[in-house]
């Protein structure tokens, strides 16, 4: 039996996930990831586990990823509170290039998404002080860091909140 319920997207290659999880008076427990279970996605290794908390109501992150030989995939989750997760194709060649899916992911309903390699990644805070993990394939490489500008009309993500905080460097990030 899987611990994993895999929920596709119009987009290829790109999957949300919903830990199941086992409950009693107690509380529960779920298996966070698993490579064996999730390894045709392509984290067969986690290479680096990154940890964010964002204080601010209407915040966004993004929309960041790094450029190959070092592009990555990631699985993101929510640890507490819940963001408005979106990855963007920039795959060339691509049937969904420049398409994006947004995901809540929170806490509560134990959603996670698997992100592949060639998409920019980013979210908007729903509530104050949300924590996310990401888990990578491949380490941070700074001179592959790149990014796409999360306003950017090209794209148009429909952010559900007003944006109440971005930093300068992603207000900086090009458009397309």
């Known amino acids: ?12 290659n ?3 996930v919903e830990r199941q999880r086992l409950g009693d008076e107690r509380g529960f427990f779920s298996r966070f990831f698993c490579s ?13 586990i990154n940890h964010t908390m964002t204080q601010a ?3 966004i ?13 990631k699985f993101v ?3 507490s509170g819940a963001v408005f997760d979106v990855a963007v194709d920039l795959r060339p060649g691509s049937p969904t290039y420049l ?18 390699p060639g998409f ?3 979210f908007q805070t729903l509530m104050e002080n949300c924590e996310l993990i990401y888990l990578h394939d491949k380490p941070y490489a700074p001179g592959s860091e790149d990014g796409v500008n999360a306003l950017d009309p090209a794209i148009a993500i429909a952010w559900p909140l007003p944006v109440e905080q971005m930093s300068e460097r992603d207000r900086n990030l090009p458009m397309l």
């Open 99 to 116: 398409q994006w899916h947004g995901e809540v992911l929170s806490a509560e309903n134990a959603r996670s998404m698997m992100i592949p």
């Open 77 to 79: 989750s929510c640890l």
């Open 57 to 59: 109501k209407g915040a």
């Open 36 to 48: 064996e279970e999730l390894s045709d996605f392509g984290i067969g290794r986690i290479a680096q």
């Open 1 to 12: 039996m899987s611990r994993f319920n895999r929920i596709p997207t119009a987009l290829s």
């Open 14 to 16: 790109l999957l949300v």
């Open 61 to 73: 992150r993004g929309m960041h990823f790094q450029s190959a030989p070092h592009d990555e995939a």
């Open 120 to 122: 920019a990644h980013g």
